[in-house]
């Protein structure tokens, strides 16, 4: 192994030689197409050759880690796991570690327990295009995961043809030139593609249906079996968990949604509002937005968008004949004071909830006096009609936050000056807001006015250092205002407003 790595040593040295040269050269586009192709083609076949090496060696770290030695291996160089140890020698990230160990995992190292001769595994011939260059790690993982899935409903045989058909793919071998113990019926070279990680997915799902002796429908059995959802109970901060499996259709309806809802517009459209101060600076842009949110906060307001949506429609279930609504309750003390609310069944709430939940349908605010007699509802007079919503809509397009793209129709109708405060339920009165951005508006330093009844927005300054008032209407077709309107007295979107 030393020779080995030796070589690998010298190889390294030539490649440090030739990368910057060759970078600046590809950076300052001094290439053909058909020599970038080329490039790339041969990157790729280093890149695969590396991961060859690669997951054989964490083989071997799997095999030194286990619990049949005295010491681990990754004890002994102090880390956690083989995942840690690669994140450590190779500098990856830790999704590409657990690439590697994933594939490593479906060539363990096996031996016999009567001649201690190394076993072949579940997939030799996977093993051997790896060896050879022809499939990734990532390939060995898309093309393997499944198939082990359901090792124990395959037999041998099948096990052993859906290797060798999965091999011969990743080489641009067709299955329609295989026999039926997936053999090459002849010697001649692969006129096919060979089949990328995404191809060797999609082949494997196929072959592990027709494969599976249980079939679809015992697995359709255990799937509506297990399925569930749970609300757990209300944690320290006031979130509660949520945990359970979904139907696969049910999984794809739900992230279909949350796309749509981060997403409305699809990649032709650049993200973002243009603001128009006159006909002679409509070309220019205002600053861009930097959405700061998580993953998966995003998609949690995501979600949130897509509950209001369903209780709003029409057709959506009925409690006692009427639209589902959440229900906030708070006492007209707490509600000065900015105190808690409540939520029936889940708990204290911040008392910016109440403020916001007044501006939409499907969640009722109920404000009560120390005695406990309701003195305000967060319906009658202060929820916007169809009409309405229809007009802003029609007049905004989006969120009025510029940069956020969820479409008006899926947002809370905010008051800009807050009904409780003389502000009018009109359409001149009110702005679409998405979900975070509503919730959100009191901290954001985003702030709202109505000039002769269009929208303006001026950001925080890190994102406008101007903090200038910018007319942010996005639906299309939508007329720049003059350069000075007539200001009055501009209703201004206010901490507490609802």
Sequence with gaps: ML??????TDLKDRLSALVPGASDELVAGAVTDGELVGVLQVLGDVSRQVDALIVASTVQAQSASTGGHDEKLTTRLGCANVGDLLRRTTRCDKKQAGVWTAAAAAFPHEVSLTSGEPLPGAFPAMRAAMRDGAVSAAGVVAATARLRAASARIDPAGMHLADRVLAAAARGIRSDDLDEHGEPVTDAPAEHP??????LRTLADALVDRLDQDGAAPSEERALRDRGLWLGARGRDGLIPVRGDLLPEVAGQLQTLIDAVLNPHGPERAPGPRFTDDAAERSDEGPAVHDDRTVSQRQHDAFAVALGIAAR????PTIGGAAPTLVVSVSAEDFAAGRAAHIDGIGAVPVAVAHQVACGGTVQRVVHDPRGKIIDLGFSGRIFSAAQRRAII???????????PVPARWCEVHHVDEHARGGPT??????????FHHRTLERSGWEIVMRDGVPHVRGPAWWDPQRRFRPASKAPGHAAPSRSPRR???ARARADSG
């Design 313 to 316: 429609a029409a057709d959506a």
């Design 394 to 404: 029609a007049r905004d397009g989006s969120c009025i936050i510029p940069g956020c």
């Design 426 to 435: 009109h359409v001149d009165n009110g702005v679409p807001l998405c979900f």
């Design 488 to 490: 009055g007295s501009p």
């Design 194 to 199: 060979p089949m990328d990680a995404w191809e």
């Design 3 to 8: 020779e080995a790595l030796d070589t690998l």
